[in-house]
C-alpha cells in the first residue's frame, strides 16, 4: 500500500496517541507530521498537569519514544490558522487530524464576573506552569480569602496549589514567578463551592483524598452537607467513585480543625449568583444555596432554593469546565464548542455528512472529559475511522505529499519551526537547570528564550 501521509494539529496526549495508534495499525506505512503552536510538545501535559504531580507527566517518556519513530516528524512553533492553513495541511497530507484540545473556558454568565480578582482558573493554571502566553499575567494574593467555584479535578488543583506551603512547591517543576507570587501570599483561607452535591462532586477520589493529606492545612466540612437525599444516596450507591468520595467526604468532615495556618471548605450545593466589588476589584461571592432536582435522564441538576448569604474575597477562580474553540475553516458545533464529527470523522456541521480527509481527537473531538488515559482509547476510534477511509476506494491523493515540502513552504513563509531535537536541547537545559535547585526542571516560560536556547 502507498505511505500515507498524516497531518496532526496538536501534540498533547490526544495527538501523541493518535501518532502512536497510526504507527501500530497493521498493514499500514505512513508518515506522520505533527505541528504545535508552542515550541514545547506535550500540551496539558506541560501546562495543565499541576506541578506536584510529577507522576502524571511520566506519559512523556512515551511520548518521546513516539516522536523518536524515523517516520514523525515535529514541526513547533507553527500556528495553525496563521502559518499554515487547512488548505495547505490538505494540499500537503492524505489526512488531517485536529487535536488542539479546548483553549478557553466556559463562563458563569453572573454579574462581577469580570471583575479585577476574577479569573478563570484555566488561566491560573497556564499561569503557574509557565505556559508562555500567561507568564506575564498576575493574580492578586493579597487577599486572606479566595473562592474556587466548581466541583471538577482542576478546582482541586487550583485550591491545592493555593493552600500548599510554598516550600514543598519549590521541589516542583511549577513557574519560577508562581512560586515568587505564592510565597508571598496572603491567602489562608480557600472555599471550595460545588453547585450540586457531595455526590455529584466530579473529582477523582485519589485528588479528593490528596486534599486531607496536606501539611499546615485543616480541610473543612459540614457535616450536615454530607446528608444525602434519596435520589443522591441512590447515585452514591451506583456508583464507586461518588461512594468512595463520599468515604473520604465523611472521614475529612468528622476531623477535628488543628488551628493550621490554612484552611480550605468544601461547599456543597451552594451556586455564586454575584460578585461584589469593593476597592475596584471583587470583595465578596454572593451565594444562593441550592436543592437538587431531577432532570432529563435521571440527571439531578442543581436548583436554587432563594436562600442568600455571602463570602469574602479578594480572587475568584471560575474553574467550571474548559471551552472548545473553532479553528479557521473548520466546521464547528458552536452548542457543544467542539468540532462534530462521527467516530472522530469531521463532518460538515453538527449531525451532518462526513467530510473526506480530516478528523479529530480528544478534548475537540469529545469536549473537555477525561484524564489523559482516556485519549488513548479517543485516538484509536479515530484512527479506525481513518482506515476505514483508507480502505476504501474515495481517498483522494493530496496534489504534494512530498515530505521536503513542509519544511520549505514554512521556511518560505520565514516560520522557525523546532524539531523534537531543538526541544531535547531545551528539554535537557531545563533539567540541568532544575537539578541545580533540587527541583525536575527549571521552566523556560518565554517563547524566544525557548527559541534562543534551541539555537545553541
Ligand atoms: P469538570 O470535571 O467538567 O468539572 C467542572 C465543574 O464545574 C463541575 O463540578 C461542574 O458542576 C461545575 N460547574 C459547571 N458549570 C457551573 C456553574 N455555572 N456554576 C457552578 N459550577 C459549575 O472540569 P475540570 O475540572 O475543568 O476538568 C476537566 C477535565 O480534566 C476533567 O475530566 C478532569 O477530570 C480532568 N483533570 C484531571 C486531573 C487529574 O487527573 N488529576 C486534573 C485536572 C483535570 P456540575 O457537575 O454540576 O456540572
Not at 523518536?68 to 516528524?73: I, L, Q
Not at 510554598?166 to 489562608?188: F, G, K, Y
Request: glycine share 10%.
Amino acid at each position: 500500500m502507498r505511505p500515507l501521509r498524516v497531518a496532526v494539529v496538536g501534540s498533547g496526549p490526544a495527538g501523541f496517541f493518535t501518532v502512536d495508534a497510526l504507527l501500530k495499525a497493521p498493514d499500514l506505512t505512513c508518515s506522520v507530521d505533527l505541528f504545535n503552536r508552542l515550541p514545547t510538545p506535550y500540551g496539558l501535559v506541560r501546562e495543565g498537569v499541576a506541578p506536584d504531580h510529577p507522576s502524571i507527566k511520566k506519559v512523556t517518556a512515551k511520548y518521546d519514544r513516539i516522536a523518536s519513530e524515523p517516520n514523525v516528524r515535529f514541526f513547533g512553533n507553527v500556528t495553525f490558522g496563521v502559518d499554515v492553513d487547512r488548505n495547505d495541511l490538505l494540499r500537503h497530507y492524505h489526512q488531517v487530524v485536529y487535536a488542539v484540545g479546548a483553549q478557553s473556558d466556559r463562563r458563569l454568565g453572573i454579574p462581577g464576573e469580570d471583575l479585577p480578582g476574577s479569573h478563570p482558573a484555566t488561566e491560573f493554571v497556564a499561569w503557574y506552569n509557565g505556559h508562555p502566553d500567561f507568564s506575564d499575567r498576575s493574580f492578586d494574593l493579597s487577599h486572606e480569602f479566595a473562592v474556587v467555584v466548581g466541583n471538577g479535578n482542576v478546582a482541586v488543583d487550583v485550591a491545592r496549589i493555593l493552600v500548599t506551603d510554598p516550600e514543598e512547591l519549590a521541589r516542583t517543576d511549577i513557574a519560577d514567578h508562581a512560586l515568587e507570587a505564592l510565597r508571598r501570599s496572603a491567602v489562608r483561607e480557600v472555599v471550595m463551592l460545588g453547585r450540586r452535591g457531595p455526590a455529584q462532586g466530579k473529582f477523582t477520589s485519589v485528588e479528593l483524598k490528596e486534599l486531607g493529606r496536606l501539611d499546615g492545612v485543616d480541610v473543612v466540612i459540614d457535616a450536615a452537607d454530607l446528608e444525602l437525599d434519596a435520589a443522591s444516596a441512590a447515585e452514591s450507591e451506583r456508583s464507586r467513585v461518588a461512594d468512595r468520595n463520599m468515604n473520604i467526604l465523611r472521614e475529612l468532615a468528622a476531623r477535628e480543625p488543628t488551628g493550621a495556618e490554612r484552611r480550605l471548605v468544601l461547599r456543597f450545593l451552594t451556586s455564586p449568583v454575584e460578585l461584589l466589588e469593593a476597592g475596584g476589584q471583587v470583595g465578596a461571592v454572593r451565594l444562593e444555596r441550592n436543592r437538587l432536582v431531577a432532570g432529563a435522564g435521571g440527571y439531578l441538576r442543581s436548583e436554587g432554593t432563594g436562600g442568600f448569604d455571602s463570602i469574602d474575597a479578594g480572587l475568584v477562580l471560575r474553574s467550571v469546565g474548559y471551552r472548545g474553540v473553532p479553528l479557521a475553516d473548520v466546521p464547528f458545533d458552536r452548542d457543544r464548542a467542539l468540532i462534530p464529527n462521527v467516530r472522530g470523522r469531521v463532518t460538515d456541521g453538527p449531525g451532518g455528512e462526513p467530510v473526506p480527509r480530516e478528523y479529530v481527537a480528544g478534548w475537540i473531538k469529545r469536549g473537555p472529559t477525561g484524564i489523559i488515559g482516556t485519549n488513548k482509547p479517543d485516538a484509536s476510534e479515530t484512527v479506525t475511522s481513518m482506515l476505514e477511509e483508507v480502505s476504501g476506494d474515495a481517498l483522494r491523493e493530496p496534489e504534494s505529499p512530498e515530505p521536503e515540502a513542509i519544511p520549505g513552504l514554512l521556511s518560505d513563509r520565514r516560520v522557525r519551526f523546532v524539531t523534537f531535537d531543538d526541544w531535547r536541547r531545551l528539554d535537557a537545559a531545563e533539567r540541568a537547570e532544575g537539578e541545580r535547585h533540587g527541583r525536575p526542571r527549571v521552566k523556560v516560560v518565554r517563547v524566544e528564550e525557548m527559541l534562543r536556547i534551541m539555537d545553541t
